[in-house]
């Protein structure tokens, strides 16, 4: 499997962005599909997740009500619409799913298995 993040780039603090993850060899809408970021000297940490054929979400409290996970099952993509962005939202983006359809997992980075590159967001104030 592989897992591809794309859609970072630069933006003034209040803008949006949207990040897209791609998957080959994985139907993502069966899988939960989860964004976490990583900041600079700090610990990688939850940002969202989805399971598109349950249609469940979940947002970290930082990110609830300015970020919106969805999903395509045509394209086979996970979408983070980022608004309202602040500097504090800077980091890494990183895509990720368990191994197995089968997994539920939580908000921590050892519970999934399979991660994309990572696409770099930065919020200018």
């Known amino acids: 499997v592989q897992l591809q993040a794309s859609g970072g780039g630069l933006v003034q603090a209040g803008g949006s962005l949207r990040l897209s993850c791609i998957a080959s060899?994985?139907?993502?809408?069966?899988?939960?599909v989860a964004w976490f970021r990583q900041a600079p000297g700090k610990e990688r940490d939850f940002v969202a997740a989805?399971?598109?054929?349950?249609?469940?979400?979940d947002y970290a409290d930082s990110t609830r009500g300015r970020f919106t996970i969805s999903g395509d099952n045509t394209k086979n993509t996970v979408y983070l619409q980022m608004s309202i962005l602040k500097p504090e939202d800077t980091a890494v983006y990183y895509c990720?799913?368990?191994?197995?359809?089968?997994?539920?997992?939580?908000?921590?980075?050892?519970?999934?298995?399979?991660w994309g590159q990572g696409t770099l967001v930065t919020v200018s104030s």
């Open positions: 990720a799913t368990p191994s197995s359809v089968w997994t539920v997992p939580g908000r921590l980075p050892r519970e999934y298995a399979d």
């Open positions: 989805i399971r598109v054929t349950s249609g469940y979400t």
């Open positions: 060899g994985r139907t993502l809408s069966s899988f939960f």
